[in-house]
């Protein structure tokens, strides 16, 4: 009988190890197996093994690279053996998972234009302090202004706006009460990213409106992105 077993190892920040799977036999006779091997990369390899009498070992080598990039999650290498003759599988399905040791990066905005006129793009650039090997990503949305008065619905661009909730800007209230939601997303291997709001002219004499943004960290005791945008007539700021 073979048994596959799972081993778990640490990436390492540089250089290629071979990591070794093994495979257990008991009994004494002669057999052959077929290992399918499927890589974190999506690449599947097979191949046939001769069991010789007396063998209780198979060790199976799979190379991992080391970097210093994060990834949210731990890259896995699956091993499945299918008996082929005199052999019985016990333990068909194991394999090798790195855990990823590098620290998430630091994610920091800074305003591009956070005070324009109506009818101007609100602009922020969220910056990395490295890049990743997974996309960083932050969920939130506008929350509630305190003093002040604060950007409604027929106040950013409809289109955009719709796109963004699947709903109207009609009745107008503020987005803090309207469902809207946004994601700042970096993507893999790159530093930065625009987080923007366009906004709309209208005919009113309005005083200046804010826009509160708050995303939420990825990890419970990790730090909250508060991101403030302050919109004026057209003709007066900007």
Known sequence: M???QGQTYEEGDSGTQTFQVPVTVSGDGPGSLR???NDANGTSTQRLVTV???QHKI???VQVTGNTRW???????LVLVKA???????????GLTVLDDDPEPTVTVTPVADEVAEGGVLTWRVTLSAVADDGVVRLGGPVAVAGGSELSTTDVDAEWFRRQTFDGPLPARPLSASGLRMTIYV?????STEITIPTATDTETEPAEQVRLRFTPRVPDGSEITIVGTVTDA????
């Open 2 to 4: 073979s048994d596959l």
């Open 35 to 37: 290992l399918f091997v």
């Open 52 to 54: 010789q009498p007396g």
């Open 59 to 61: 060790e199976i080598p």
């Open 71 to 77: 990834s949210s999650r731990p890259r896995q290498t």
């Open 84 to 94: 082929v003759q005199g052999t019985v599988a016990g333990r068909y399905v194991g």
């Open 187 to 191: 993507p893999p291997g790159q530093l």
């Open 235 to 238: 003709g007066v700021g900007g």
